[in-house]
């Protein structure tokens, strides 16, 4: 348990915690909590800490129905163990099955106009199919609106200025990116439009792609051309894959890394330009 307010900030180094004191005696499922934000772990599901993470909530700013009936079901004495795990298996791999969904309903934009004959779930199926998952559309409607677990909790910034402020921001206020979406990024000597933080990272790296072509990277922010290696692997140049399940922060974070191994400055040469609603 960390102090309330501690979270924010440092959930990978926590997971990484919690994975150590999990390495001999393994708890069926784990909590990390600093009070106000609770992230439940499933401990015996596969891949790292961070990917057995199947959901979280907000003790002050979530729905009261929604945080009781997640303590009903995981943590209640006549649940646990054997119903709580199972509770927690099913919503972690509802967990998976709505991002996939999410960012198909992305990538389903570009197609309306190609199979006008489709409604949004029917494309979104397609979409599915041809990356090799076979949902029923049933479970895509009931997975369609599913809050997604963040990698970090969101911090909603308040202020008494309602215009619509473009800002171009430095990469050193990562504060600014949460909750804001992306126009164009500016790589070394280029701009770049794009739509979500998702395509910042892929720019970028695409961008440095060019400059590198032997990217010999290890830690969470590389590529590899093995997409088995990733939780939720994004397609670069080159055959090159990396992980794109991570919040804006985090990308930023990445792309930053990835600019000083390439030889330049990331504060200076890393550029993000978003609208956001003040």
Request: charged share 30%; net charge neutral.
């Given at each position: 348990?960390?102090a ?11 997971e990484d915690q ?7 005696n393994t ?12 992230r439940?772990?499933?401990?015996s599901?596969?891949g ?7 959901c979280t909530?907000?003790?002050?700013e979530?729905?009261?129905d ?9 943590l209640s004495?006549n649940?646990?163990?054997k119903?709580?795990?199972?509770t927690?298996?099913?919503?972690l791999n509802d967990?998976k099955?709505?991002?996939?969904i999410?960012?198909a ?8 106009s190609e ?10 199926q397609?979409?599915l199919?041809e ?5 029923s ?6 997975l ?8 970090e909790?969101v911090i909603?910034i308040d202020t008494p200025?309602p215009k ?7 990469i ?6 949460r909750?804001n979406?992306?126009?164009?990024v ?21 961008h440095l792609?060019k ?9 969470v ?5 093995d997409?088995?290696?990733?939780h939720?692997a ?8 990396t ?9 930023v974070?990445h792309?930053?890394?990835?600019m000083?191994?390439?030889g330049?400055?990331?504060d200076?040469?890393l550029?993000?330009e ?5």
């Amino acid at each position: 348990m960390k102090a309330v307010g501690k979270m924010r900030g440092n959930i990978e180094s926590s997971e990484d915690q919690l994975q150590d004191y999990n390495f001999f005696n393994t708890a069926s499922i784990t909590i990390l909590t600093d009070g106000k934000i609770w992230r439940f772990y499933l401990s015996s599901a596969t891949g790292t800490f961070a990917q057995k993470l199947f959901c979280t909530f907000d003790l002050i700013e979530d729905n009261i129905d929604y945080i009781v009936s997640i303590l009903t079901e995981v943590l209640s004495k006549n649940r646990f163990v054997k119903d709580a795990v199972n509770t927690a298996e099913k919503m972690l791999n509802d967990l998976k099955l709505s991002k996939e969904i999410e960012i198909a309903k992305h990538d389903a934009k570009d197609k309306t106009s190609e199979f006008p004959e489709l409604n949004n779930y029917q494309l979104v199926q397609f979409i599915l199919k041809e990356r090799g998952h076979e949902i029923s559309l049933e479970e895509i409607k009931r997975l369609w609106e599913k809050k997604l677990v963040p990698i970090e909790p969101v911090i909603v910034i308040d202020t008494p200025n309602p215009k619509p402020v473009k800002k171009t921001t430095s990469i050193l206020k990562p504060s600014l990116y949460r909750g804001n979406m992306p126009k164009r990024v500016f790589v070394i000597d280029t701009w770049y439009n794009v739509n979500t933080w998702r395509d910042v990272k892929i720019v970028t790296y695409n961008h440095l792609i060019k400059i590198k072509a032997n990217l010999a990277i290890e830690g969470v922010y590389r590529v590899s051309k093995d997409r088995d290696e990733f939780h939720e692997a994004i397609k670069l140049d080159n055959s090159w894959f990396t992980e794109g399940n991570r919040s804006a922060d985090a990308i930023v974070g990445h792309c930053k890394n990835m600019m000083k191994f390439a030889g330049y400055e990331g504060d200076k040469e890393l550029k993000i330009e978003t609208d956001v609603e003040l």
